[in-house]
């Protein structure tokens, strides 16, 4: 009788995952989606444990919600007092921990399984990619928060990562082949699979990071399914797989939104680009602007155009971006927001961003909505973006950023860039829309300088 | 092979289904709402704490290592969850104020 209730549990789980899912991927129904999600897991955990036949020491239950009590506290303080700006690391970083969670799985099950080729094939698939996906998203989330700065790179790496890649393939099948019992090869093929992880995303730049959070969000996925395939558990394998192709359908949709294949991503086409490009240097001279002079500048706009990238969210400036929102509004001007789709470190997180900060959902305009407004704007704000508003992306066929859709900030009759200094942006590319006839620069921290510029509009009043 | 088949194809038609499911539940989702949903899938595979839990479930009480080891699992899943859930909950919450 336990095992029927608990297939119909895991059903109507299963059943949660997908409409939660379905209704995470619109605005209106999300945050609902994602409660019923959470609903579906908090049963199929309980299921697991309360329906479970045999006998099981009190030492086992002990454990298993000792652990259970300590992730739910750790996990539920960490992801509520995040800043939402460390939000992108942050799901790099629980992405990790279920990566971990199934390279473990397949670490103890080993041994009980070495005589079933299909068991041991499909532990030894889930502990590599389990593993690969942990480490690799150590890597990301190290990246994303600033301690890995630099894109490293091995020399010839492309060909060392694919090496290594088909021997984990062929090292695991052989092992299935022969059936070996001896644990050694576990841990080889185990600390192989962790090096595999890191080598593979140190040479992705930062930019391309949600696109790898993305990647191995649903490496993840597919760890979970064979989890499930092992244990006979339905939920698991419908999560998993579930996670694992929307996650790659997402992969692939991100991609299309920066207009590069997932294969440049990955094999870097970036790297080879930099350093042509760099090589080019600054072009001619910038000039600069104070607040004070801004100020009467938007103050006497008609239509206000602001540009946000991660230079905002980085200097915490999305409370100050809103008062300066506010009191142009109260002067007569429209202000509203250009939001490129992959503006910040992660699609979307601009939006979150700027939603925290109290400005209004309709006034976050998507790039192919406010392109063709350029024209009749007075002055665009440019704070902490740059790649985005390159247009070495639409002229530059050697650039290894062109093709990517841009927002036109260069039609506009003027453009304010704001930044700390003239450094190359994410990609690391210099941008010509600095040393445009049109463009100013003002220098400094967008929290600092955006405080003055509205300390300066009020003294205007 | 054959016998492969023959023995799991439930699962295989689940996992195939579900690729399927996968790909048509996420359809046309506006780039806006990438970064929530790649939070909430995220939070979703964390449902390999169910493997975690299966796993100590069977394991015998002497098994020390693989006691620890399932313990620590059990931890890493449920982080996953519940700080999955609970961040994609944030975010969203972001959101709904309008």
């Known amino acids: ?461 | 092979m054959i016998e492969f088949f023959t023995e799991n194809k439930d699962m295989i038609f689940i996992v195939i289904l579900m690729i399927f499911v996968g790909v048509e539940v996420i359809g046309k989702v506006p780039a806006v709402l990438h970064t929530p949903l790649m939070s909430g899938a995220n939070a979703i595979h964390g449902v390999v704490v169910v493997g975690a839990i299966l796993l100590m479930l069977n394991t015998e009480t002497d098994n020390y290592l693989a006691l620890a080891l399932g313990t620590i699992a059990v931890f890493l899943g449920t982080l996953n969850v519940v700080g999955g859930f609970v961040v994609t909950d944030r975010m969203l919450e972001m959101f709904k104020k309008k």
């Open chain 1, 1 to 461: 009788m336990n095992l029927e209730i608990q297939h119909i549990i895991y059903l109507l789980s299963s059943v949660t995952f997908i409409l939660g899912l379905k209704m995470l991927s619109n605005a209106k129904t999300a945050k609902k989606g994602n409660s019923l999600a959470a609903v579906g897991m908090i049963t199929a955990i309980l299921t697991a444990i309360v329906f479970h036949d045999g006998a099981v020491s009190p030492l086992v239950y002990g454990l298993i919600f000792g652990a259970i009590a300590i992730g739910t506290v750790v996990g539920w303080l960490t992801a509520k007092r995040v800043q939402m700006t460390k939000m992108p690391e942050l799901v790099s970083l629980f992405n990790g921990m279920g990566g971990a969670c199934a390279a473990l799985i397949g670490l103890v099950e080993f041994h009980h399984n070495t005589s079933i080729p299909t068991n041991m094939a499909v532990i030894l698939a889930g502990m590599v990619i389990g593993s690969v996906s942990f480490s690799g998203s150590m890597v990301a989330w190290a990246k994303l928060n600033g301690t890995l700065k630099n894109a490293i790179r091995l020399p010839q790496y492309n060909l060392i990562n694919t090496a290594i890649m088909f021997g984990l393939f062929a090292y695991s099948a052989w092992m299935v082949w022969v059936g070996t019992a001896d644990e050694i090869h576990l841990y080889i093929l185990f600390f192989a699979s962790i090096a595999y992880g890191i080598l593979f995303v140190l040479p992705i730049g930062g930019a391309d990071m949600p696109v790898v959070i993305s990647l191995l969000n649903s490496f993840t996925g597919l760890a979970a399914a064979f989890g499930g395939f092992l244990y006979g558990n339905q939920v698991m394998l419908t999560g998993g797989i579930l996670v694992g192709s929307a996650g790659t359908l997402l992969t692939l949709v991100m991609c299309k939104a920066m207009n590069r294949p997932l294969f440049n991503v990955i094999f870097g086409a970036f790297g080879a680009g930099t350093t042509a490009a760099s090589e080019a240097g600054p072009q001619g001279n910038v000039k600069e602007v104070g607040p004070s002079d801004l100020a009467v500048q938007l103050n006497y706009s008609k239509k206000v155009i602001i540009v946000p990238g991660y230079g905002l969210a980085v200097a915490q400036a999305q409370h100050v971006i809103k008062e300066l929102e506010t009191i142009l509004e109260s002067r007569g001007v429209e202000v509203t927001y250009a939001i490129h789709p992959v503006a910040g470190r992660m699609p979307g997180h601009m939006n979150v961003l700027l939603a925290e900060s109290n400005v209004e959902y309709d006034k976050l305009k998507e790039m192919e909505d406010i392109n063709p407004e350029f024209a009749q704007t007075d002055v665009v704000l440019v704070v902490g973006a740059n790649d985005v508003v390159n247009p070495a992306a639409k002229n530059d066929p050697s650039s290894p950023i062109y093709g990517m859709p841009i927002l036109d900030v260069e039609n506009a009759k003027a453009c304010i860039v704001n930044k700390r200094s003239m450094n190359a942006g994410y990609a690391g590319i210099e941008n010509e829309l600095f040393f445009r006839d049109k463009t100013q620069m003002l220098f400094g921290d967008a929290k600092k300088v955006l405080t003055e510029l509205v300390t300066e509009l009020k003294a205007l009043d």
